[in-house]
């Protein structure tokens, strides 16, 4: 009898031992448009508690890169969830055509904004084709795990939440608070009304450019964590925080100065402030967080000419239509051949060109021959055959991985270093982002807690192999799409 009593408690303790281990919750930031050397050119300023208690404590890939073109904000926040690349997520862009009809990533007719009544709760991820991170922990704890997606913008809410998530909500300027749709719930949690009626702005105000966007974001983000008491329950949860105004900041203001000192500072201090209260309320090692970005962005070409570095606007929406005009001449048509320019993307508008009695190739050839008298334009790339193109390997690579057959357009032009797709004027102040450059495509990327050593490593890594190395953690299986790599 005896003996058996001891059986069963070792067989006991052994099915206690055999657990598998997770943490209590996984919590991904991702701010827009950080360059990862905005670590460093701040670094002397930031507290002790954000960005610095982050390269601390954590694990940094000093060399994480995107493997992509173009590098916009759709596309990050898919890329890093799903560990793929648009070629197979189908998210192409901010604004993207289908086969030749213009969308927004994730823009849905078939929902309702839940919060108000304006068109910007209209969104889904029903263009995402992939599984994301939060997907497959999902999948793996019989869809137990809570995953809730929040950030200012909506791409950058719905994208990392994923298509089985609980909820995402992003915020409304019409309104002036933060909203969500259809797709996920019929109306907005007590708490999240409760926290509209004390964290609202006046209808239409732009919190997007302001540092106060920051600052609202993690405070949705803290009240997610605290009523959805996540990171609380017996299975691994998943919020994912994007931080949006910091991209809006740097395309009005650009890479230096005050607006853009300013809102990292904020950032510090407010991502300081959220980790203080995950420390709290999940505890210190509970959580596994990352931090990295959607794109990095580049310098503004008149701050670069004024120190003699070569750069410019190369104004690709302009340089397009005057293609567009010399195609009409040289084809002797009236027929609209050039869709529109996106990213350096030319999408040729392909049911115009055949209307009109006309052979997209040839347009095609044509257009590739004007784009390549431009000055500043490196190469010229036909989307079908950039293979057998003379461009540099890993720039061709991130090429093909940023092409879909149905939603990729057919040209992409390939400028010279510091040449943004911005404007040329000599009064221009902002910046964009888009190329493949490290400028735009080198971003940061920091684990932090639950079975985090602190290191760094000057390894390549890739923003694909973010999800694959969160979701080895976990045990868990990664994102259907998943071409990254584990990095520890
Ligand atoms: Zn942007």
Redesign the pocket.
Known sequence: MKKIFILALLTLCMVANAQIKRPKLVVGVVV??MRWDYLYYYYNEYGNDGLKRLLDEGYSCQNTMIPYIPT??AIGHSSIYTGSVPAMTGILGNDFFIKGKAVYCCQDDDVKSVGSDSKEGQMSPHRLLASTIGDELKIATNFKSKVIGVALKDRAAILPAGHSADAAYWWDTSAGHFVSSTFYMKELPKWVTDFNKQNSTKPGFDIKTSDQGVTMTFKMAEAALENERLGQGSTTDMLAVSVSST?AI??AYSTRGKENHDVYLQLDKDIAQFMKVLDEKVGKGNYLLFLSAD?GGSHNPNFMRSHRLPAGGFEGWNVAKSVNDTLQKQFKTTARLILGENSLRIFLDHESIENAGLKVDEVKAAAKKEFEKYDNVAFVVDYDNVAAQSIPQPIRERIINGYSRERGGDLLLITNPGWIDASNATNYKGT??GLWNPDDSHIPLIFMGWNINHGETSKPTSMTDIAPTICSMLHIQMPNACVGNSIF
């Open positions: 827009d448009q916009v904000t991209d740097g395309h794109h964009t982002h």
